[in-house]
């Protein structure tokens, strides 16, 4: 087991270093830098469509002001489109600033030699280091993700176990139809009709639209904190809980159902064993080893990107609208710093989950796996 887990410890190395790398090309061949997003605000051609949310101060620039803008033939051999009008010297003074006037090479080393003791460096349109950004938008994320995600594993879980044993009746049948609803419709529209049904959009006002708390919160006592708390993360949880069951549930049924077909559970049910015994003393450690195994990737991908429309209907500011922002304002400590963060996040969150395998199945043995 020791052997296992130190192999997969280094294969995390290679891993993260060129998910990085691919990444780190794939951004500096796309068209829209940082110097192209100044020179929009410049010439008054910006919109920062996501600034309503929590008063975000993603359209301030850090560039440098009061410079004068230029004629077209001052700078016509410019290689930025739109640069036309701009002080030549502005625009190398911003690749200063920005480190583009470096190799790509060179940034690309320097950028990790960082990272390896999480140096994220600061914002280039905020006034804040990356590591604080994410510290902060952390709360809400992870709000989100912890409880959307246990939520749903405790619905699904015991749901599909039920439609397993009862496939084929009735409750089976209504109960797909149900499934089949909710992974269809997105969870972004519950999340619309969640507010127009109980946050004052037409109907009822019981829960409050925006914020992970109240402004009062800091005045309260704890068991007031705490019910607030709940209070403003119960519509954008259960927006996301309706939309993400489904596949959870389903994936439960179809490998409770392949277990219970097998031969060692006809030959528990022949010896007299109790149907509870044989579901959960037999089949379950066989059938939940497949949905331990999506446990991490689902946390991570509610936790990072899945809780982004959200967080923008509910005015939420988390983790997956600092996510879309830095990629619209073409932030690269931003981009670069939370894809470290969570690409080594997940990659440490496989590993538990390959460790939770031989936590529920004491019969898989990671010494005996070669590699």
Sequence with gaps: ??????????????TLFGIMVLNFLIVQAAPGGPIEQIVA????NDVAATARVGGS??????APQGQMMKTAEDNSASHYPGAQGVDPELIKELEHQFGF?????KR??????????????????????VMHLVISKMPVSVSLGLWT??????ISIPLGIRKAVKDGTPFDIWSSAVIIAGYAIPSFLFAVLLIVLFAGGRYLGWFPLRGLVSDTWSDMDWPHRILDYFWHITLPITAMVIGGFASLTMLT???FLDEINKQYVLTARAKGLPESRVLYGHVFRNAMLIVIAGFPSAFISILFTGSLLIEVIFSLDGMGLLGFESAINRDYPVMFGTLYFFTLLGLVMNLLGDIAYMLTDPRIDFESREG
């Design 149 to 154: 995600t246990l939520i749903i594993y405790l």
């Design 1 to 14: 087991m020791l052997a296992y887990i130190l192999r997969r410890i280094l294969l995390i190395i290679p």
């Design 108 to 129: 690309f080393t320097i950028m990790m030699q960082h990272y390896l003791s999480f140096d994220f460096g600061k914002s280039y349109f905020r006034d804040e280091s």
């Design 57 to 62: 101060a993603a359209g301030e620039t850090a």
């Design 101 to 105: 006037d470096l190799p790509l090479w």
């Design 41 to 44: 605000k410049l010439h008054g």
């Design 253 to 255: 049924k179809n490998s």
